[in-house]
C-alpha cells in the first residue's frame, strides 16, 4: 500500500510539474505579447522630423515634376525662337561690280544668306546683265569684311551677336559713318552696308582693295578691328 501511495504521489507531482510548464509558457507568452505591443507602440510614435533637410534625397515624383517642367520651357522658348525667325528683317545692301548700287531688300529673319541672294538677284537681274547669267552660287554677301557662307543665317548672326573687322554683322541697317568725325579706334556699333559681289569679279579683284581684305566668316574666331571705307 506504501508503494503504491509512493506511485500515486509522483503521478500526481508529474501531472502538477505539467501544468506548472503549461503555466510558465503561457506567462512567457503574455509577457512577449506586452513586449511587442510596446514596441510596437513606440513604433507607431517615430515619423519625419520636419527640421531636416531632406531636398539632396533621390525623389521620384519631385524628379518628374522637375522634368516636365524643362519640357515646359524647352518648348515655349522654341516657339519664342520660330516667332522671331519669322519676324521681318529690312536689309540695305550695295551690289559692288568695283561701284556700289545701294538697294533695300526685306527677307525674315530666320532665312540663310542663300535665300537673300536669290532674292537680291531677283531684283538686280532686270538692271544688270551679269547677274541676269549668274546663279546664286556664285554671289557673295560681304559684310564688315567678311564673306559670309550661304548656309548662316541672319537669325545666327543677330542671336551671336557676332561682329566682323569694322563693326557688327548683326545690324543690316545703315548709320551714317561717324569715323569721319570721330576716333576711330573707339569701337562703335555703326553698321556699314553689307555688300553683294559677284564671283568672277572678286576672283579678278581680290588683290586689290578693298577686295584683298576680305575674308570667310568664322564664328570662332575673333576679328581685329579696322575702318573701312564705305561703300
Not at 503549461?22 to 512577449?32: A, F, L, M, P, T
Not at 510596437?40 to 519631385?62: A, I, M
Request: with cysteine.
Amino acid at each position: 500500500q506504501q508503494k503504491r501511495s509512493k506511485k500515486r504521489k509522483i503521478k500526481g507531482s508529474s501531472r502538477l510539474s505539467f501544468a506548472e510548464d503549461i503555466e510558465n509558457g503561457s506567462d512567457e507568452e503574455d509577457e512577449e505579447k506586452k513586449t511587442c505591443g510596446t514596441m510596437n507602440l513606440r513604433c507607431s510614435k517615430l515619423g519625419k522630423d520636419p527640421s531636416v533637410e531632406t531636398n539632396f534625397l533621390p525623389d521620384s515624383e519631385r524628379e518628374a515634376e522637375e522634368q516636365a517642367e524643362r519640357e515646359r520651357l524647352k518648348k515655349q522658348w522654341l516657339r519664342e525662337q520660330e516667332q522671331i525667325k519669322n519676324e521681318p528683317l529690312q536689309i540695305t545692301y550695295s551690289y559692288w561690280d568695283g561701284t556700289g548700287h545701294r538697294r533695300v531688300i526685306q527677307v525674315r529673319k530666320g532665312d540663310p544668306i542663300g535665300n537673300f541672294l536669290r532674292a537680291v538677284q531677283q531684283q538686280l537681274a532686270p538692271d544688270f546683265r551679269e547677274i541676269r547669267t549668274a546663279s546664286v552660287e556664285n554671289l557673295l554677301y560681304v559684310k564688315e569684311d567678311l564673306i559670309i557662307p550661304h548656309q548662316h543665317s541672319f537669325y545666327e548672326l543677330i542671336i551671336n551677336k557676332a561682329r566682323g573687322k569694322s563693326g557688327p554683322l548683326f545690324h543690316f541697317d545703315v548709320h551714317e559713318d561717324v569715323r569721319t568725325i570721330a576716333d576711330a579706334t573707339i569701337e562703335k556699333d555703326e553698321s556699314h552696308a553689307g555688300k553683294v559681289v559677284e564671283r568672277h569679279w572678286y576672283e579678278k579683284n581680290k588683290h586689290i582693295f578693298p577686295a584683298s581684305r576680305w575674308e570667310i566668316y568664322d564664328p570662332t574666331k575673333k576679328w581685329e578691328r579696322y575702318t573701312v571705307h564705305g561703300d
